[in-house]
C-alpha cells in the first residue's frame, strides 16, 4: 500500500451536514479503505495532521477512532499511531436493505426517539383500502410520528396498518417502541417496500413539526410494505426534511 500520508489533502467535515462530525471522519477513514488508499497494516496519518486536515477537534477524531477500535477495524499501537486492521472493504456505503428506523439510529450510534401526533384507529377509507388490498371499513390503525436523532426532528412518519394484522398495536407506546417491531411480535414479518421518492417544498404542517421554513426543500418517500407472501401489510408516507436526510444507494448494470 502507499503511504497514507501521501493520499490526497482529506476533505474538510462540515458542520452543516445532518450526520454528526465523528460520523462523517468514520465516512472519511471508510472511504480510504474502499478506494484502497489504506488496507490491512496500513498506519493512518498522525492524529494532530489528520485533525488539522479534517477541521476537526482531537476530542471528535478520538471519537471515531475509538469506535473504530471497539468494531476491530482499527488498532492503537503506543506511541506510533493507529493501524488499519483486517477490515475488508465492502462494496457499499451502506446495505441495501429494509431497516427499521431505530435500527438506523443504532447503526449510525445515535439515540433515535419520537413525538407521537397521532395513533388512533378509524375505518378504512376506499383510498386506503385500495391501496392495501383490503374491503373498505375494515379497521385501521393510524400512527404519525416525528422522528428525531439526537433531539434533531428529520421525518414525519405517517403509516396505516390494519389492525387485523396486529390486533395489539394501540396498546404499544411508539415514543420509544419500534413499529417493525410490533410488527413482528405479532408473527407479522416484514420481506420488502415498494417505494417512490419525490421533492418537495414545506408546508405550514410540516415546517411546524420538522422546524424548517415554508418552502423549504423536503424528500417525501411513499411506501407499500409487504410480506415475504407479497401480502401488503403496511402503507406509510415519511416527509424528510431534505437539509438533514441523504439518500445513497448503488446501481448496478
Not at 475509538?66 to 482499527?74: F, S
Not at 499511531?81 to 450510534?109: D, H, I
Not at 404499544?172 to 417544498?201: K, P
Not at 413539526?209 to 415475504?228: F, N, R, S
Request: charged content about 25%.
Amino acid at each position: 500500500m502507499d503511504d497514507p500520508t501521501a493520499s490526497p489533502t482529506p476533505r474538510r467535515i462540515e458542520a452543516a451536514y445532518p450526520d454528526p462530525l465523528w460520523i462523517q471522519v468514520l465516512h472519511w477513514i471508510n472511504e480510504q479503505v474502499e478506494q484502497h488508499r489504506l488496507g490491512p497494516g496500513d498506519r493512518l496519518p498522525p492524529e494532530r495532521q489528520l485533525a488539522q486536515d479534517l477541521g476537526v477537534s482531537r476530542v471528535t477524531l478520538r471519537k471515531a477512532l475509538n469506535h473504530l477500535v471497539d468494531e476491530g477495524k482499527i488498532k492503537p499501537a503506543q506511541g506510533r499511531g493507529w493501524y488499519v486492521e483486517g477490515w475488508q472493504a465492502s462494496s457499499e456505503e451502506w446495505p441495501n436493505r429494509l431497516e427499521s428506523f431505530s435500527e438506523t439510529a443504532a447503526r449510525l450510534g445515535l439515540e433515535g426517539s419520537s413525538a407521537v401526533l397521532r395513533a388512533d384507529t378509524e375505518p378504512a377509507s376506499l383510498d386506503l383500502s385500495e391501496s392495501l388490498g383490503i374491503p373498505p371499513g375494515l379497521p385501521i390503525f393510524h400512527l404519525e410520528r416525528v422522528r428525531m436523532l439526537g433531539g434533531i426532528p428529520i421525518a414525519i412518519d405517517s403509516s396505516q396498518i390494519p389492525l387485523r394484522e396486529a390486533p395489539t398495536l394501540p396498546s404499544y407506546d411508539f415514543t420509544t417502541a419500534s413499529l417493525f417491531q410490533a410488527l413482528t411480535d405479532c408473527g407479522v414479518e416484514l420481506a420488502r417496500t415498494e417505494s417512490t421518492i419525490e421533492a418537495l417544498g414545506a408546508d405550514a404542517y410540516v415546517s411546524t413539526h420538522l422546524g424548517i421554513a415554508v418552502g423549504d426543500p423536503i424528500l417525501v418517500m411513499k411506501q407499500i410494505a409487504l410480506d415475504g407472501s407479497d401480502r401488503r401489510v403496511f402503507t406509510s408516507v415519511i416527509t424528510y426534511a431534505g437539509q438533514r436526510y441523504r439518500l445513497r444507494t448503488s446501481f448496478v448494470r
